[in-house]
């Protein structure tokens, strides 16, 4: 049997991590594996005339907040012209709202919810039947396979086999090689899948992971140059001790890639910060979710639950990072957690910029099926979209036009910090108008008396901008 595994990955730079572990299991059971990646932006009559040149018995998608729309789309064309093919849904989007997406789309066979390599080797041992068919009950699970959802227990993570084969890596030249050494979040953050309490932490041991990050090491003289490996775990210094011996195995190890991870700064110790100040230029990136500086925030989303996350403690750790210097630093915020109107977002702002992070990034908070955030909308106040993205438009403590300004304000951080760097420009408006959220709201002013696009990113324009901003006399 032929099963294809359909990605449709943000960027082309992007690959599906999870597709691979899933042909592993297919393959295993004996039959062909098909892995066909594409970007959203591919025309969807590529996307489908690829997937039935393959001519699949089985389709499996993997679907997520950014192609949830275009896998809809894609569905009944499918099945249209692939009637007998067995059509096989999983992903973070569909885990927590199947039986809605079985209702929407009549055309889906079986939805698969949560960690899927367990379910998909069930389904490929037993030859991919229909739901509820002759061969299904024929087969030893056949209570399972009875289901149009397949929630199956998953073994243990650290028994899933590396996922990456010599012919995936050479696929990967100029695309980010993403790794995961553990599953599940130590943090209960209400707006995050992993912060469910069904995702536990579940993490391979030390000298597996050192083993599988050697794969890539010595593999790396073959790609065209040096990568950017994503690590995606979601707090991948909850254990700090282990932490710190795979950093130490990558410091010490012959790479030129560099290694990105997403840290919470209230694990990070002192010999954290020792270790890492002998990191050499370009070998790590951190990307350390702030998300607020407001203590009362975070205890009430649960971000505060695994450790002592008060900005007193986390504020000082961060800094201490970014003075390292030689690792990139990456700090993010969501607009639009409970409790947050603009003036206590706007000192978020302040506080995060006044540490000069090498990126900073403004998210705006995403009402997404499965997390608290969703289920608590209705006492928020909390109106979203009702599709993917799910972004919140407003709730109980910002109007529409609060977000509008925030989204303008997103946008002149990311032209003037992210894209350029203008240090003294964004000193010297922070200075004039008493903080660099009050100069960023008179930059939005200032942009829209003179028609100037705020998606600029031309250096030379932007700061030309800023300097006109600065010299128009005090209102």
């Known amino acids: 049997m032929v099963a294809a595994l359909v990605g449709l990955n943000a960027r082309f730079t992007h690959t599906n991590l999870a597709l691979l572990y899933l042909r592993n299991e297919i393959s295993t059971a004996g039959h062909t594996a098909a892995l066909l990646e594409f970007d959203t932006a ?24 950014w192609n949830s729309v275009l896998v809809g789309q894609l ?60 061969s299904a009950s024929a087969t030893a699970d056949a209570a399972v396979l009875s289901s149009r959802i397949l929630s199956v227990p998953n073994r243990p993570f650290a028994a899933i086999p590396f996922p990456y084969s010599d012919d995936d890596m050479s696929r990967l030249s100029h695309r980010y090689v993403y790794y995961e050494s553990s599953r599940g979040c130590p943090c209960h953050c209400a707006y995050c899948v992993s912060g469910r309490d069904d995702q536990r932490v579940q993490v391979k041991d030390v000298d597996a992971t050192v083993d599988e990050l050697q794969r890539f090491i010595d593999f790396e003289p073959r790609w065209a140059a040096p990568p950017i490996v994503k690590f995606v775990d979601r707090t991948f210094n909850a254990s700090p001790r282990r932490a710190r011996e795979i950093w130490r195995f990558l410091l010490d190890a012959p790479t030129g890639a560099t290694y990105h991870f997403e840290i919470h700064p209230a694990f990070l110790t002192d010999p954290d910060f020792d270790l890492l100040t002998t990191a050499p230029p370009g070998r790590f990136q951190f990307e350390v979710g702030v998300q607020s500086v407001h203590d009362s925030t975070l205890h009430a989303v649960g971000r505060s ?14 800094a201490r990072l970014i003075a390292i210097e030689s690792i990139e630093i990456h700090l993010d915020l969501i607009v639009g957690l409970p409790g947050e109107n603009v003036a206590a977002i706007g000192a978020s702002i302040d506080k995060v910029l006044a540490l000069k992070p090498d990126r900073f990034d403004i998210g705006f908070l995403k009402s997404l099926p499965g997390t608290a955030i969703a289920a608590t909308a209705a006492e928020n106040q909390q109106i979203s979209m009702r599709v993917a993205p799910y972004q919140v438009l407003a709730n109980r403590w910002l109007s529409v036009s609060d977000f509008a300004l925030l989204r303008r304000v997103e946008q002149l951080v990311d032209s003037i910090w ?21 100069g960023l709201c008179a930059l939005s002013a200032h942009a829209d008396r003179t028609g100037y696009n705020l998606s600029t990113r031309r250096p030379h324009k932007v700061a030309a901008f800023v300097e006109a901003a600065l010299s128009e006399p005090t209102p």
Request: net charge negative; no cysteine.
């Open 42 to 65: 591919t025309r969807r009559q590529d996307i489908i005339e690829a997937i039935v040149f393959v001519r699949p018995d089985a389709i499996l998608l993997s679907v997520y907040v």
């Open 75 to 134: 569905l009944p064309d499918l099945r249209a012209l692939l009637p007998d093919s067995v059509l096989i849904l999983g992903g973070p989007e569909v885990s927590y709202n199947a039986a809605e997406w079985l209702e929407a789309h009549p055309e889906v066979d079986y939805v698969v919810t949560g960690p899927g390599e367990e379910a998909i080797r069930l389904l490929a041992v037993a030859g991919f039947p229909r739901p509820g068919s002759t």
């Open 305 to 318: 639950a695994a450790a002592a996350a008060e900005w007193q403690r986390i504020g000082p750790a961060i």
């Open 418 to 438: 992210n894209a350029n760097h203008l240090g003294n420009e964004i000193d010297a408006v922070a200075a004039r108008y008493g903080g660099y959220f009050n």
